[in-house]
């Protein structure tokens, strides 16, 4: 536990009384005296894996999703892709692979931004990496890519009672964290939760970092797209009795926890974003919504399946299609990363439509059928050797690659 982000939290509360969730969770993520977000844990470890650690097919299918946007937009000459809160760099790091190889003119007109706090600290070739916690860019015409990110934002959080809506606070008995509950910090979470049909008795968050964040998305993009991958719902999906308590979760050494008042510091905390106030905000921002969608359904509308088949042709050992496989496999998943929403929002670009986005045959695709494979590298996560650590000597054929993906 980072003592100093801890006892940061606990001033804090002292000099004002309580603090709002968001406030305590924004100190216990991104604090720099400790927060998860700035620890070595979070940089040297992993507490769960994400679609680009599971399979660099994830980065290609999103690279033909910004070439088909470069040539909607006349293939100009310099075609920026700023990915937010990038991380350790492996998505940006796919993408750009897979466009060197497969589209040389589209290569050269990218140019790739790799965007976050903690930048790698690895040099490659056709990626510009910027250490921001902002976005430092203007009259961008090209693409915003996150994978991942909004999930992060701190989130007020939220319960409707007999009388209406109030709000969880983060107060103390003695050092120990406890929740209060009172009147609701600010209109902004009443005016977003009174457009939704919010039973007494749930529980909730609300995310107003997303406010300032389109509208400043907006407001450096000319032209383009901004491409969100997360997991999350629609409000009427995602404030239900199914959810009574909420999507608050904690990622503690590869477990899930439902504290977020432990291990403060050494954990992740996360909550489920709500896409109806995220495309609403959109459009009010002057963003259209060109599209939303599951991950499976975008990654197969733009030829996961010939990636499959590919695979199922590559002269590789048994146990690394094994692996390749199960990584893939991964992305699709239906109760798992096949369940993450994508989000196409768009500015002058009205009325064009993304494949990504339209309901295909899964034998198309907007890929050719004799798109080469790509695999596993030691940047990637092998999810069949963490899982079924017995199964990577053995010679066996665990999926038929005839079949289509259902």
């Known amino acids: 536990m980072s003592n100093s982000v801890r006892s940061q939290i606990i001033d804090t509360i002292k000099r004002k009384g309580k603090i ?16 998860y ?29 910004l070439k088909e946007v470069w040539d909607i937009m006349g293939k100009p000459k310099k075609f920026p892709v700023i990915e937010l809160g ?17 589209e040389p003119r589209f ?47 701190p989130v007020h959080r939220f319960v409707r009672d ?4 109030k709000e969880i606070y983060v107060d103390l008995e003695g050092d120990d964290f406890v929740e209060i509950i009172d009147e609701i910090s600010t209109t902004n979470i009443e005016n977003i939760l009174s457009g939704y049909n919010i039973e007494e008795g749930l529980y909730g968050e609300v995310n107003l ?5 389109v509208k400043s998305l907006s407001n450096i993009l000319k032209q383009g797209l901004i491409l969100t991958v997360d997991y999350g719902d629609t409000a009427e999906l995602l404030y239900t009795i199914g959810r009574k308590y909420g999507t608050l979760n904690c990622y503690y050494d590869h477990m899930v926890t439902d504290n977020p008042y432990k291990n403060i510091g050494d954990q992740d905390i996360t909550a489920h974003v709500d896409f109806s106030a ?20 975008f990654l197969r509308n733009l030829g996961f399946q010939q990636f499959v088949g590919a695979l199922s042709r590559s002269d590789i050992g048994q146990a690394a299609m ?76 665990l999926w038929p690659f005839d079949k289509p993906i259902e």
């Open 278 to 297: 995220l495309i609403a905000l959109g459009e009010n921002n002057g963003l259209s919504t060109a599209g939303f969608t599951t991950q499976k359904k």
């Open 20 to 35: 709002t969730f968001a406030e305590f969770m924004g100190l216990a993520l991104f604090s720099k005296k400790g927060g």
């Open 37 to 65: 977000y700035y620890s070595n844990k979070n940089f040297h470890q992993r507490d769960y894996f994400t679609s680009p650690l599971s399979h660099p097919v994830f980065g290609a299918l999103i690279s033909v999703q």
């Open 209 to 213: 970092y997303m406010q300032d964040w």
């Open 86 to 102: 990038a991380g350790s760099g492996v998505l940006g790091r796919d993408i750009v692979r897979f466009i060197s190889k497969n």
């Open 107 to 153: 290569f050269e007109s990218i140019r790739y931004f790799s965007v976050d706090y903690q930048p790698s600290r690895d040099p490659f070739l056709g990626i510009n990496f910027f250490k921001s916690d902002s976005h430092p860019f203007q009259n961008v015409a090209g693409c915003i890519i996150s994978n991942e990110l909004l999930d992060s934002f």
């Open 162 to 165: 007999e009388s209406g809506f």
């Open 322 to 397: 094994d692996a390749n496989r199960y990584g893939m496999m991964e992305l699709v998943k239906t109760g798992h990363m096949g369940d993450f929403k994508v989000l196409a929002q768009t500015k002058g670009l009205e009325n064009r439509a993304l494949s990504g986005f339209m309901e295909i045959h899964q034998e198309s695709g907007r890929i050719s059928q004799k798109v080469d494979p790509v695999f596993l590298s030691s940047e990637h996560m092998n999810l069949i050797a963490g899982r079924y650590p017995y199964l990577t000597d053995q010679v066996e054929n």
